[in-house]
């Protein structure tokens, strides 16, 4: 059985159609997920019964659970128990301009960052789209607020598990869905090049924000395996003809690490590697976590490292720090929690 919240719109009205039933009733059923939030299928009442027994008969509504809340200031991470008993985490940041939430897209990551708490626990498997829609609609229940965005930056590659990100995408885009605008939901990838290719196919006007953390192969091949694979030249060529195809911005996640990324001679390759470029780079001050080998740059590093970047012409802003006190680099808390 599938679970109805990882079905978006056009998918229930094909089931619907090939059952030889309307369209439209794909749009009730989502009015009672995302308007009433409504999760019994026995009572979807504008719906006839026969369409109500098949409906029970092929879908589930089963969600996953709230395992523990912890919270700073402006800042609420989750861990979330699957049905399956395996974690996942994702956090709630409050900023002047709305509510957003930092999902999950796999059990684990094999990316392996060297930074990466949640690259330490190996995949153990691809979220299901409902489990990603279901992290929202429960954050959003338990807080009592709309999340207005949404960025896909939690544990796990989105681009290893496409098809799943493409579904949750359209189901919190659909203005009978969550109605999430998709200027306000963006998807970071540590750089799967194939991916980043066929996503600028999609007629999806979300953004897309590239983990690059080094502007040099031997920064980013000791930070990233996936260099090795898709080095600096390589992906920064793909997302200049990205950006030339759909026009959109694309962000830069630049994590700073003391003495590793963050050296003057950085800023200027960085600058260098970026020049003409419509992106923009955020500083992301990092979360210390249990793995020692990495310290955070100093505030005036992260300033200075900024100034250079912006001397040379690129777009850059500084992360505000969220939740350093309660565990919420990614992949912490799930980790203390096995
Ligand atoms: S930073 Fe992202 S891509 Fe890299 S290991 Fe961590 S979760 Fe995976």
């Avoid at 409504?38 to 509504?61: G, H, M, V, W």
């Avoid at 960025?151 to 359209?170: A, L, Q």
Wanted: with cysteine.
């Amino acid at each position: 059985m599938e679970n109805l919240l990882g079905y978006t719109k056009n998918m229930l009205e094909d089931y619907f159609v090939n059952r030889g039933e309307k369209k439209y009733k794909a749009t009730q059923v989502f009015e009672w997920l995302y308007r009433h939030g409504e999760y019994d299928i026995a009572k979807f009442s504008n719906i006839k019964k026969s369409i109500i027994t098949t409906l029970q008969t092929d879908f589930t509504t089963d969600f996953i659970k709230i395992e523990k809340v912890l919270e700073g200031k402006d800042v609420k991470k989750f861990l979330f128990r699957l049905l399956d008993n395996e974690k996942i985490e994702a956090v709630l940041m409050e900023h002047d301009y709305g509510l957003s939430v930092c999902v999950s897209s796999q059990v684990g990551c094999n990316m392996g960052c060297r930074f990466c708490e949640s690259g330490r626990l190996k995949k153990v498997r691809n979220l299901e789209a409902y489990e990603i829609v279901e992290q929202i609609l429960l954050i959003q229940k338990h807080i009592g607020k709309r999340i207005s965005s949404v960025v896909v930056m939690g544990i796990g590659e989105p681009f290893d598990n496409y098809d799943n990100i493409i579904r949750f995408i359209k189901i919190i885009n659909d203005p009978k869905g969550l109605a999430i605008g998709s200027r306000h939901i963006t998807v970071s990838t540590c750089g799967l090049v194939p991916k980043i290719k066929e996503f600028s196919n999609l007629d999806l006007q979300v953004n897309l924000a590239l983990s690059l953390h080094g502007a040099t192969d031997e920064v980013r091949n000791y930070l990233m395996p996936v260099n090795k694979v898709y080095n600096i030249d390589t992906v920064i060529t793909t997302i200049k003809e990205y950006i030339t195809k759909t026009n959109r911005r694309v962000t830069i996640e630049y994590v700073m690490l003391n003495m590793v990324n963050d050296r003057d001679s950085d800023a200027y390759n960085l600058a260098r590697l970026l020049k003409g470029m419509n992106v923009y780079v955020n500083l992301i001050p990092y979360n210390a976590t249990s793995i020692g080998e990495f310290q955070k740059s100093s505030q005036e590093r992260i300033a200075e490292f900024g100034k250079i970047l912006k001397q040379e012409g690129i777009n850059v802003t500084v992360r505000r720090e969220f939740g350093g006190n309660i565990k919420a680099a990614c992949g912490q808390l799930r980790s203390e929690s096995d």
